[in-house]
Nanobody, 115 residues
Framework: VQLQASGGGWVQAGGSLRLSCVAS????????MGWYRQAPGKQRETVAF???????NYSGSVKGRFTISRDNAKNTVYLQMNSLKPEDTAVYYC??????????WGQGTLVTVSS
């Protein structure tokens, strides 16, 4: 399984960005796709994830500002990020927990939010 993330960039505080991640390879149903992030000097943390059935979960720091969604036909997960804050600056990684086991990571995409 390969994951290709895109959509990162630079934005001013209060702005928006949309991340995308396309999965390819042997992808089975029942998987969970999500986004993690890692800021400089900090541990990687969960941002949000969505099951193949559409159930979503968000970290408290992004709830109400970020929206995760997926298109199962395209094996793609999205992260719409609104009202961005400087503390959202991080490398964002997409993740897939396989329906038959396994965990896979994308290459990361940098999001920089300036104050």
């Amino acid at each position: 399984v390969q994951l290709q993330a895109s959509g990162g960039g630079w934005v001013q505080a209060g702005g928006s960005l949309r991340l995308s991640c396309v999965a390819s390879g042997s992808i089975f149903s029942g998987n969970v796709m999500g986004w993690y992030r890692q800021a400089p000097g900090k541990q990687r943390e969960t941002v949000a994830f969505v099951t193949s059935g559409g159930t979503t979960n968000y970290s408290g720091s992004v709830k109400g500002r970020f929206t995760i969604s997926r298109d199962n036909a395209k094996n793609t997960v999205y992260l719409q990020m609104n009202s961005l804050k400087p503390e959202d600056t991080a490398v964002y990684y997409c993740n897939l927990l396989g329906g038959r086991g396994g965990q896979y990571w994308g290459q990361g995409t940098l999001v920089t939010v300036s104050s």
